[in-house]
């Protein structure tokens, strides 16, 4: 039972790490920075991304499901909001490299046997 609490806990802490304010180290490889030297492009506006999540109730739905939650936001179209297409799948990688590590992890929170690929 244990495991099981532990599992869900750091699920929970992954999703709300993720979804609670986007990673501001994105920087949009087309963007010329304004005259305060930040890039225009509205990716590396956090409000974009958090309005999307909350407005769409996204953060509480996919709370106890960050996995499938993650593949919630990689099909929305960021390019309706303004991203352009670079940001999009630069987003779209990272996402999909958490939820390869949240499974892999989960496996490890669990305790589940691993199974050996034999070549």
Partial sequence: MYRLF??????IISWVSTT??????FICPQSEPNLKGTPNCP?????????????????DKW?????????VLIKIDWG????????VQMRIDAWER????????SEIWLDLPHEVEIE
């Fill in 20 to 25: 609670s304010q986007f990673d501001p180290s």
């Fill in 80 to 87: 309706k909001y303004g991203w352009c297409e670079d940001c």
């Fill in 98 to 105: 958490m939820r390869t590590r949240l499974w892999t992890t």
């Fill in 6 to 11: 532990t599992a869900r806990e750091n699920l």
């Fill in 63 to 71: 709370m106890y499901d960050p996995i499938f939650g993650l593949e």
């Fill in 43 to 59: 990716s590396n506006k956090e409000k974009t991304g958090n309005k999307q999540v909350h407005k769409r109730s996204l953060f």
